[in-house]
């Protein structure tokens, strides 16, 4: 769900949220509510609290599941930690974890799956030829392939 909820979002504040709309001039009914509405920006010593009920109830069973030994990690850390620093911890401890078990995945995949001549699927890498300038040992490049050897994918090499 949107965090408005699908109302366009508004501003509290009104016209003196602006220094220069309150330069122009207030009256005494707008410094009554702005002098509220400063009070009211100022959050109690034990702000924010963390329900865990309510915690539990808007996240999915599945997230709570795979959540869980990096919560009860940290839990552990954040006396040693703070707080603060335990969470940051913890988030980058899973967005690592993330990213290393997608390069294992594509590690895997682009090593069990290539493309080659008894498969019509897979990755199929392409090596261009080396760039030689003049005046470099080799210029100008000439191929070892012979014309059997384009397209291949390993038909060649195959033990039959």
Not at 12 to 40: F, N, P, S, Y
Not at 96 to 114: E, Q, R, T
Request: glycine share 8%.
């Amino acid at each position: 769900m949107a965090q408005t909820a699908g109302v366009k979002p508004m501003s509290i504040a009104g016209r003196v949220a602006l220094e220069r709309e309150r330069c122009l001039g207030m009256t005494d009914t707008e410094r009554a509510w702005r002098k509220q509405w400063l009070k009211d920006q100022i959050l109690a010593p034990n702000e924010p609290v963390h329900v865990e009920e309510y915690w539990r109830e808007r996240t999915n069973f599945f997230r709570r599941i795979y959540r869980a030994p990096l919560d009860k990690l940290f839990a552990a850390l954040t006396p040693m930690l703070g707080a603060s620093r335990a969470a940051d911890y913890r988030y980058l401890t899973g967005k690592f974890a993330l990213i290393g078990f997608g390069i294992l995945c594509g590690h895997y995949y682009f090593k069990y799956n290539g493309n080659d001549w008894t498969k019509k699927g897979g990755w199929r890498v392409h090596v261009s030829k080396p760039m030689v300038l003049p005046g470099q040992p080799g210029f100008p490049f000439q191929s070892n392939k012979q014309p059997s050897d384009y397209a291949d994918r390993g038909f060649k090499n195959a033990k039959i």
